[in-house]
């Protein structure tokens, strides 16, 4: 199958400044689903008192609309070679030759390994080592350790490849013939396949002493899958399902994430058709932009002590509740973007440059807190996983990887606050 049918995000630097090509699901319709959405629904409120104007400016200034990314249940293996876009699971290394160690990606508050969080494939025509990209964030399952240092409890690290590499078919968007000759002659590199842990995908570099075939990337996992796994039971044994399910549940659910542009919403073509038909009407052309609001509220020019940025998220998410991901990496040449806060304050004073390359880093995608319905976990618990938004920045340049095949780049958190829920 051809590289851009199986990639859920594709840029396309010529022609068009947003095009993505998606993956599977061409006929993708986010408006199709019927998902519980757990926090979305927590930001219902009304906003019939505010400034509509200045609220319709908020939302509408953006020239350039994001990725919104979406969850669906995988049609197929989320394997290496489709070049996945996925929440949870093992990791889909991008480089099936070296992968993380769990020293890259233990928790700091309990030293308990991080699982895959999300892995975003994000290609790009520039430089030409990033012909093949993809971002993997790692996170501490624990919800304590967030409350404690949340800091401490996320790792991210973005690997590339060329278009020409050892791994893949140097495929791209040419005649179909030459691609499928190109496909044909391509031997891949031939390499031993680094061992991976049984339970979380890192390196495995553990080995059950029995029998030396269940590899493990720390003795925390050993233990977890000889105690609650079945290895104890199975050891020995083929590989039984019962022991996969079981190691599933110590990883987050696997989810495909797929994209589309952001549009206008049905509150959008609801207002843009009741200003044509006002305007026909009237004999008038309307040059009016205003957000639609919920109902048939009227305008009232009054002031509520609410965070403008988290009225300003709800608005924007509000067009699209089932959006689990924005992604709104930018041309070179273009502004840098600024990401959909949920609160005014608690935002980071300095994003620290590249580790490697010592350039800047900018603004590239934001986790949104409905991807926690898809994860598989307690949201009732005391100490359960929680955040308002999680925000990636990455090399701007996206600088060579080398040797060092994963580059760590910079993630931060805001909650949501008790200002912003006033409503």
């Known amino acids: 199958m051809d590289r851009w049918a199986l990639s ?101 508050n309990c030293s308990e390994p991080m699982i895959l969080l999300l892995q975003l494939y994000t290609p790009e025509d520039q430089p030409a080592d990033a012909f093949h990209r993809t971002v993997y964030v790692f996170c501490c399952k624990n919800g304590g350790c967030h409350k404690q240092d949340w800091t401490q409890c996320f790792k991210v690290y973005r690997s590339q490849l060329a278009q020409d590499n050892a791994y893949y078919p140097p495929n791209d968007d040419d005649d179909d013939d030459e691609k499928d000759d190109v496909a044909i002659d391509f031997v891949p590199k031939h390499f031993t396949k680094p061992d991976e842990c049984v339970v979380c995908g890192l390196a495995g570099t553990k080995v059950c002493g029995k029998c030396h075939s269940a590899h493990y990337c720390s003795r925390q996992h050993q233990l977890v899958d000889w105690n609650s796994c079945g290895h104890k039971q199975f050891c020995n044994q083929p590989s039984k399902e019962e022991a996969d399910a079981l190691r599933a549940k110590r990883l987050f659910a696997e989810m495909e994430i797929v994209s589309e542009p952001e549009g206008k919403g049905e509150d959008g073509k609801e207002e843009e058709e009741q200003k044509e038909h006002s305007a026909k009407e009237s004999g008038q052309k309307s040059n009016e932009t205003a957000l639609a609001l919920r109902g048939d509220e009227a305008y009232e020019n009054s002031t509520v002590d609410v965070d403008e940025a988290f009225l300003k998220f709800q608005l924007r998410i509000g067009r699209y509740p089932d959006q689990v991901i924005r992604y709104e990496r930018v041309e070179y040449d273009m502004p840098d973007r600024e990401p959909l806060w949920v609160q005014q304050s608690n935002r980071p004073s300095v994003v620290p440059d590249c580790d490697l390359c010592g350039g800047p880093r900018t603004f590239e995608f934001q986790i949104l807190s409905t991807l926690l319905n898809f994860l598989d976990i307690s949201h009732v618990a005391h100490d359960s996983l929680d955040w308002g938004s999680l925000y990636v920045y990455s090399c701007k340049h996206n600088c060579s990887t080398g040797a060092k095949v994963f580059v760590p780049e910079f993630i931060w958190k805001q909650d949501f606050t008790a200002e912003g829920m006033r409503l």
């Open 8 to 108: 859920t995000y594709r840029w396309h630097r010529a022609g068009c400044l947003w095009l993505f090509k998606l993956s599977i699901f061409w006929n993708h319709d986010p408006r199709k689903r019927s998902i519980n959405i757990k926090k979305m629904s927590d930001l219902d409120s009304d906003v019939s008192e505010l400034d509509q104007h200045e609220l319709s400016e908020a939302v509408n200034a953006d020239k350039w609309a994001p990725q919104l990314g979406y969850c669906e249940e995988p049609e197929e293996p989320l394997t290496a070679d489709t070049f996945p876009s996925k929440s949870g699971g093992k990791p889909a290394w991008l480089n099936p030759e070296h992968i993380l160690n769990v020293e890259n990606v233990t928790c700091g």
